[in-house]
Structure formats: structure tokens, C-alpha cells
């Protein structure tokens, strides 16, 4: 079983549309969470980091609940530009030390 | 701000041949990381250095591959002899204490 995985998609979905993606991690001792956004044959960049709480940015809202080893990422009023392949990443401590990618959800967004 | 920087963006070689992939980190990072993504198993740690040391290395393939840091804004990635199924995309990525990291544009190899 892959420590972070994803449903790799592709996700076909309409302008304006919302847009959820799920991930699971099996390590329960991992302490961060991020969801990071890479273009097509460019390198990864940092989305947004995840908290128990929950955080939002913009039509951006993230979710994080430890018992079930759960994160989610939600899009809302989707984008053209919002199409790339979302990576779901968890560390055991925040950036500077073993970042665990799950292999990623294609999605595209349809004018 | 120069972002991370690697060199060469594409490299084209036959198999048995020797590859160097460069790295030069954000200045004032003392983390650096080597990555490599295929279509198959996604992105991979391959070893990261903490203050030009090398701390973990469990993920490098095999002893084909070695990696250097011989200054804090220098590193390569090398691989000798080269395979074809070492044909990846190689990321330098790079941090410090608290920060996320930044990744550099990478490198696409293809091994023939």
C-alpha cells in the first residue's frame, strides 16, 4: 500500500463547477499536510498547507481529519487556469525533512 | 529572487554513458533535496542534504547513482553508468528551518 494515495483522475469538469479531491495517508505519525499544484511539465508548487481546523483561501478550501488519515482539497467556481494535477504531500515535521507525495490527481477544466 | 536553479533543463544520452545533474539552492537555504518523477511511481525522494551533509539517502536507486554537496549553493546528482529506466524528470528542490520547499524547474533525462 502507497503511503499517500490519490485518485488519479482525470477529472473532466465544467467552468464554474465545484470540485473535491480526497486523499488518504497511512502514517499516523505524520504532522503536516499540504496539497501542492504542478503544470504540466513544470515542478511542483506549494498550494495551500492543511490544518485540523480547516483553512480556506480563496475558493480554495482545505480539510484535515486525523482519525480517518484524510485530507481534502475543494475547488469552487473552477477556473480554466485551475487545470493542472493537484498532489496531495505529508511530512512527519513541517518542509525540512521527508516530503511524502501521493501520485497526484489530473484535473481539467472544460470552457 | 533567483528561485533554485538546474542545469541542464534536457539531457539526451545513451545508456552507459555518464549523466551530472546540477543544482544551485535558494540563497540561504541550508536544506536541499533531489527528487525524480515518473509516470509510474510519481514523485521520489531521492536524498536530501542538511548544511551540505547528507542525511538520508535510502531513497537512491541504486550505487549507480551519488550525490554531492561540496557548498551551500552547489550540488550535483550523478549517474554512472546511466539505464534507460533511470529516463525521469529529476527535481532539486530547496528550504530552510519552518519553510516549505521550492522546487527548481528540473531536469527531463532520457536514457536511450
Known amino acids: 500500500r502507497k503511503e499517500v494515495e490519490q485518485d488519479p483522475g482525470p477529472f473532466n469538469v465544467p467552468e464554474g463547477a465545484t470540485v473535491a479531491f480526497n486523499c488518504t495517508y497511512s502514517?499516523?505519525?505524520?504532522?503536516?499536510f499540504f496539497w501542492y499544484r504542478q503544470d504540466c511539465r513544470k515542478e511542483p508548487k506549494l498550494l495551500m498547507s492543511?490544518?485540523?481546523s480547516g483553512n480556506e483561501d480563496g475558493r480554495f478550501t482545505a480539510q484535515l481529519n486525523r482519525a480517518s488519515q484524510y485530507i481534502s482539497l475543494l475547488i469552487r467556481d473552477s477556473k480554466l487556469s485551475d487545470s493542472a494535477t493537484y498532489l496531495c504531500v505529508v511530512s512527519r515535521n513541517f518542509g525540512n525533512e521527508k516530503l511524502t507525495f501521493g501520485t497526484g490527481t489530473r484535473l481539467t477544466i472544460i470552457p | 529572487d533567483a528561485g533554485v536553479i538546474q542545469s541542464p533543463r534536457h539531457e539526451v544520452t545513451e545508456m552507459g554513458q555518464e549523466v551530472t545533474l546540477r543544482c544551485k539552492p535558494i540563497s540561504g537555504h541550508d536544506y536541499l533535496f533531489w527528487y525524480r518523477q515518473t509516470m509510474m511511481r510519481g514523485l521520489e525522494l531521492l536524498i536530501y542534504f542538511n548544511n551540505n551533509v547528507p542525511i538520508d539517502d535510502s531513497g537512491m536507486p541504486e550505487d549507480r547513482f551519488s550525490a554531492k554537496m561540496p557548498n551551500a549553493s552547489f550540488s550535483t546528482l550523478k549517474i554512472q553508468p546511466s539505464e534507460p529506466r533511470d529516463s525521469a524528470v529529476y527535481f532539486c528542490?530547496?528550504?530552510?528551518?519552518?519553510?516549505?520547499?521550492?522546487f527548481g524547474p528540473g531536469t527531463r533525462l532520457l536514457v536511450l
Open positions: 492543511v490544518y485540523s
Open positions: 502514517n499516523s505519525a505524520s504532522q503536516s
Open positions: 528542490a530547496s528550504t530552510r528551518e519552518q519553510e516549505t520547499q521550492y
